[in-house]
C-alpha cells in the first residue's frame, strides 16, 4: 500500500507549470531556491524573474556591521580557510535577495582564476571577489579594466615585476590566452607573440604599493594599486594591427572590439549557465556545442556594448536555456553544492559559530575556493566527481537535508504534512522532489524511493520521519548532482 | 624637540598617548582580536582575544603588566566547562576573580586571576536568566553582575553566582529599549551605561533600570557609529568605544563629548622585537604610506578599561594591541 489518502495539495496548476522552469532559472543564475522562494517566483512570473535577477543592486545586501561584529576575524582574513569560510558565508547570505550577484562572482572567479597558493593574502583576494560583485554584471571592457588594475591579479600574474626596461609579459599572456580572446577560435589564432609583448608593454608600471604578506605584527592590510608613470614604457605599439602610445586601458579597448572576445565570453557564459562545453584549451579548434546559440551571445555582446547583464538577460530568455534538455544538464560545482544547500535548510543565515566546518566541504569536495589549481581555474563537469569528492557530496547533503532542525527543513516537513490528512509514500516523495526544486528522478530511482517510504509507513514509522529520510535519499540520488 | 610625535596628545588635549602593548600571536606575548581588556586586582592587564576558528588555541586571556611584560596565559578552545569559544567580555568580580562571556554557549564562567577555572552558569533562551549571546559585563558597586543579553535587547542583573536579580530592556530604539546592545559599564553612584550598539548610542539607567538619558554623541561632530566598550572613571568621565568610527569618545557625566582619541601607537616592546629578527617585514612596512595608519591609528577599538591612576587601556581589536593613554 504506498497511497492512504489523496496527495495534498502541494502545488498549484500554475506552480507546477511555471515552478520547474523557474527552479530551472534559479539553479542556474542563483544557488536554487526554497519552497517560499519559488512561490514569489511564480507569482512575479518567469519573464519578471529574469529582470528581478538581473539588478541585484536593487535590494539590500548583508548586514556588513552584524558580519563583523560576530566575525572579528573576517575584517582583516589572515589564512586561506578564513577566506574561503567568508566565501561561502557571502554566497549564502546572499543567495535569497542577491543570487546572481553571487553566481556571477563565481563565475567570474573561475575564469580570472587566482590563488591564494602565491598570493598569500586572503584580504586583497577576497576584495577581487568583491570586484565582481560589483563589476561582474555590467561591461565586459570596465571588467578588464578593473582586473588590470586588481592587486591580487598583478601579485599573480607577476605584474608587479613588469618594467618599462624589463617586460614580464605574464600577465600580457594570460590576459589574451585566458581571460578575453583565447589562443584561437575556427582553426585560427587570435594573436601572436608580438602582441603578447606588446600587451606586456602597455601594463609596464601598473604595479601595488605593498606587497607584504606578513601578518605580524599589526595584521594584514590590503594592497593597494599604484601606477607609476616613471616605470611605463609610453612608446609606440602595434597591437592586433593597430599603432600607437597605448596604455592599459587602449589595449583592453582593442581586445574588446575583437570577434574573438564575443566569442570567447559567449562560450564562457554558455558553458557555466547552459551547459558543459570542452575544456577552454581546445576551443581553437572545437567548435561550440549550439553554434546558434553562441551566435546570438556574440550578436549580444556586441549591440550592448559588451554588457554582460544584456546577454544574460538574451540566454535566460533563450528557448535553448528554457528547454527541458537543458535542466540537469550541468554538474554542481562543489560550491554550488554546499551554498545550494545551505540556502535551502537555511543554516548560516545569521553569524554563529562552525561556519568553518561547513564551507570547509568546498575543499573536501575539490574546490578550494580562493586558491584554484591553476590560472586555468578549475576543471568543471563531469570532472568534477571521483569516488571520494562523491562520498562528500552525498554524506554533506544528505546530512542536512535529514536535519529538521534547520529551518528550511523543518519547513519543507510542516508544508507537507500540513493539511492533516494522511499521506501516501508516492505523495511524500513528489513533495520533496518538488520542494527540493522539482528535481527530477529516474523512474527506477523514484520508485524505489516510493517503496521505502511505503516500507516505513507500512511499519508504523511516522510520516515526519519518512519525509526525513526521503529527503535524505534524494539528496544521495545521482540526479540531485546535477543543476 | 622629539615629544609631540612620541608622546602625542588626543584632539582635545585631555588626553596623552602613553604606550602600547601587543602583536599579533597566536600564543605567547601577542594578541589575536583582542575584545576585552580588564585590571586584575594583583594589577595585571588581562587581554581576551577572539581569534578565529583557524588558531583555537588563539582564543585566550593573556595575563601582562601594564609594562608590557607577559606574564601568562590561559585558553581552552570548546564548548565544555571551562571553555570558550567566542568570548566577548571579561570583568573582575569584588571576589578577585575573573568572569568571562561566551556567546557561543551563552554562558558566564569564573576563573581565578591566574586562570583556574571555577564554575559557570547560563543557558541559552529568551526567559528571565537565561541568555541569548551575553557580550558585556560589568560589576556594579553593590557586588552584582550586569551582564548585556545582546539578542534578547535587555540587560540582566544577577548575583555573582548566577541568580537573577531583574532585567530591563525589550527590542526597539525608543527610550530603554535596545537594538543588539555591546558594552556597559556602572559608575561609582552605580548608574549604569549600556551601548545601544545598532540604535547608535548609549543609554544611561539608574540603578533599578530607570532610564535617565542617552547619548548619541553628535555634538562632537559625527554621531556614534556602531560603540560597543565602556568605561567610566572615578570622575564620572564616559569612554565610548565609537567602533566604526574607529575612535574612542570621552564624554562628560552629561553625555558632551570632551575629547577624541584617536590611536597614536608606537612600536610595542613585542613588535620591536620581533621586527629586529625581521628587519625584511619592517622595511616592507615602512615602504607603503598606507602603512603609517596601519602602525598608530585605532582599527576597531573595541572594548576600554580606565585604572584609579587615570591610565585608559584601549583594545584596539584588528591592531592586535592595546593602546595606552594617560590622562594629561
Known amino acids: 500500500m504506498t497511497a492512504v489518502a489523496s496527495a495534498p495539495a502541494i502545488a498549484s496548476q500554475q506552480a507546477a507549470t511555471d515552478g520547474p522552469l ?42 556588513e556591521d552584524i558580519i563583523e561584529r560576530y566575525y572579528i576575524d573576517w575584517k582583516e582574513s589572515r589564512n586561506i580557510e578564513g577566506a574561503l569560510t567568508e566565501t561561502v558565508y557571502r554566497m549564502n547570505g546572499n543567495a535569497g535577495a542577491r543570487p546572481l550577484q553571487e553566481k556571477i562572482a563565481l563565475f567570474w572567479h573561475g575564469v580570472f582564476a587566482t590563488g591564494l597558493a602565491k598570493v598569500l593574502h586572503e584580504k586583497t583576494m577576497l576584495n577581487q571577489i568583491d570586484m565582481f560583485r560589483q563589476y561582474g554584471l555590467g561591461s565586459f571592457r570596465e571588467l578588464l579594466a578593473q582586473l588590470a588594475r586588481d592587486p591580487a591579479m598583478i601579485f599573480w600574474l607577476d605584474n608587479n615585476f613588469n618594467h618599462k626596461d624589463a617586460i614580464n609579459e605574464n600577465w600580457g599572456r594570460e590576459l589574451l590566452e585566458l581571460f578575453s580572446m583565447g589562443v584561437g577560435m575556427d582553426g585560427q589564432a587570435n594573436y601572436t607573440e608580438d602582441d603578447v609583448q606588446e600587451a606586456a608593454r602597455a601594463f609596464t608600471g601598473w604595479t601595488i604599493d605593498d606587497d607584504n604578506v606578513a601578518s605580524i605584527p599589526y595584521g594584514k592590510t590590503p594592497w593597494r594599486f599604484r601606477y607609476d608613470a616613471d616605470d611605463h614604457d609610453d612608446g609606440a605599439k602595434t597591437f592586433l594591427g593597430e599603432t600607437g602610445n597605448f596604455n592599459g586601458d587602449d589595449v583592453i579597448d582593442i581586445i574588446c572590439r575583437q570577434p574573438a572576445t564575443a566569442r570567447f565570453v559567449s562560450r564562457h557564459i554558455y558553458n557555466f549557465f547552459v551547459a558543459d562545453d570542452a575544456p577552454v584549451p581546445a576551443w581553437q579548434n572545437t567548435p561550440p556545442a549550439d553554434p546558434e546559440a553562441i551566435a546570438l551571445l556574440e550578436s549580444e555582446y556586441f549591440r550592448s556594448g559588451y554588457n ?71 576543471h568543471t563537469g563531469k570532472e568534477w566527481i571521483d569516488s571520494g569528492s562523491m562520498v562528500e557530496r552525498i554524506n554533506f547533503v544528505a546530512d542536512e537535508l535529514g536535519n529538521p532542525a534547520h529551518s528550511g527543513i523543518r519547513s519543507i516537513v510542516d508544508r507537507l504534512t500540513a493539511g492533516g490528512e494522511s499521506l501516501g509514500a508516492a ?32 511499519g508504523g514509522a511516522a510520516p515526519e520521519q519518512v519525509i526525513l529520510n526521503t529527503l535524505r535519499m534524494i539528496g544521495s540520488t545521482r540526479e540531485y548532482q546535477f543543476a | 624637540m622629539t615629544t609631540v610625535v612620541e608622546y602625542p596628545l588626543s584632539v582635545a588635549g585631555l588626553y596623552q598617548y602613553h604606550d602600547v602593548i601587543g602583536l599579533l600571536s597566536g600564543g605567547g606575548p601577542g ?59 571579561i570583568a573582575f568580580g569584588p571576589d578577585g576573580n575573573l568572569y568571562l562571556a561566551d556567546e557561543n554557549t551563552h554562558r558566564i564562567s569564573k576563573f581565578t586571576a591566574e586562570g583556574r577555572f571555577l564554575g559557570c552558569w547560563g543557558e541559552f533562551g529568551a526567559g528571565p536568566g537565561q541568555l541569548n549571546r551575553p557580550s558585556g559585563m560589568a560589576f556594579a558597586p553593590d557586588g552584582t553582575l550586569l551582564v548585556v543579553d545582546s539578542l534578547n ?38 548608574a549604569v551605561y549600556v551601548s545601544d550598539w545598532r540604535n547608535d548610542r548609549v543609554q544611561k539607567f539608574d540603578a533599578g533600570g ?39 569618545q570621552v564624554m562628560s557625566a552629561s553625555g558632551r563629548v570632551i575629547d577624541t582619541l584617536i590611536g597614536h601607537s608606537g612600536t610595542s616592546k613585542w613588535a620591536r622585537t620581533f621586527l629586529d629578527a625581521n628587519p625584511d617585514i619592517e622595511e616592507k612596512l615602512n615602504a607603503a604610506a598606507q602603512n603609517i595608519e596601519l602602525k598608530r591609528r585605532f582599527y576597531r577599538p573595541t572594548a576600554v578599561a580606565v585604572s584609579d591612576d587615570g591610565l585608559v587601556f584601549v583594545a584596539d581589536c584588528y591592531r592586535h594591541r592595546v593602546q595606552i593613554y594617560r590622562r594629561a
Open chain 2, 31 to 89: 594578541f589575536s582580536g583582542p575584545v576585552s581588556v580588564a585590571l586584575g586586582p594583583d594589577g595585571l592587564l588581562h587581554v581576551a582575544s577572539r581569534a578565529n576558528p583557524n588558531q583555537p588555541e588563539a582564543v585566550r586571556v593573556s595575563r601582562c603588566t601594564v609594562g608590557g611584560d607577559f606574564v601568562g596565559e590561559f585558553c581552552g578552545w570548546g564548548e565544555a566547562p571551562g571553555q570558550f569559544i567566542w568570548v566577548t567580555a
Open chain 2, 153 to 190: 535587547d535587555r540587560v540582566q542583573r544577577f548575583t555573582a553566582g548566577g541568580n537573577l536579580l531583574a532585567a530591563w530592556g525589550e527590542s526597539g530604539a525608543g527610550p530603554g529599549e535596545f537594538d543588539m546592545p555591546w558594552g556597559v559599564a556602572v559608575d561609582a553612584g552605580g
Open chain 1, 427 to 458: 505523495d511524500i516523495v513528489d513533495g520533496c522532489l518538488e520542494l527540493l526544486g522539482w528535481v527530477i528522478l529516474r523512474d527506477d530511482n523514484r520508485a524505489a524511493l516510493v517503496a521505502q517510504a511505503a516500507e516505513a509507513l507500512e
Open chain 1, 22 to 63: 523557474l527552479a530551472h532559472l534559479l539553479r542556474r543564475a542563483g544557488f536554487g531556491a526554497t519552497p517560499a522562494e519559488l512561490d514569489s517566483y511564480c507569482q512575479r512570473g518567469y519573464d519578471a524573474t529574469v529582470e528581478w535577477l538581473l539588478h541585484p543592486e536593487y535590494r539590500p545586501g548583508l548586514d
Open chain 1, 308 to 378: 554582460i547583464r544584456a546577454m544574460l538577460r538574451v540566454l535566460f530568455n533563450a528557448d535553448f536555456f528554457k528547454s527541458e534538455t537543458a535542466r540537469f544538464a550541468r554538474v554542481k560545482s562543489p560550491t554550488e553544492v554546499v551554498v545550494g544547500t545551505l540556502h535551502l535548510v537555511g543554516d548560516f543565515k545569521f553569524p554563529r559559530a562552525g561556519v568553518l566546518a561547513t564551507a570547509l566541504e568546498c575543499r573536501y569536495m575539490n574546490q578550494d575556493l580562493l586558491n584554484p589549481p591553476s590560472v586555468e581555474g578549475w
Open chain 2, 210 to 248: 530607570g532610564f535617565i538619558a542617552e547619548f548619541d554623541g553628535r555634538d562632537g561632530g559625527d554621531g556614534l557609529a556602531r560603540p560597543n566598550g565602556l568605561a567610566v572613571d572615578g570622575d564620572g568621565r564616559i569612554y565610548v568605544c565609537d567602533w566604526m568610527n574607529d575612535r574612542v
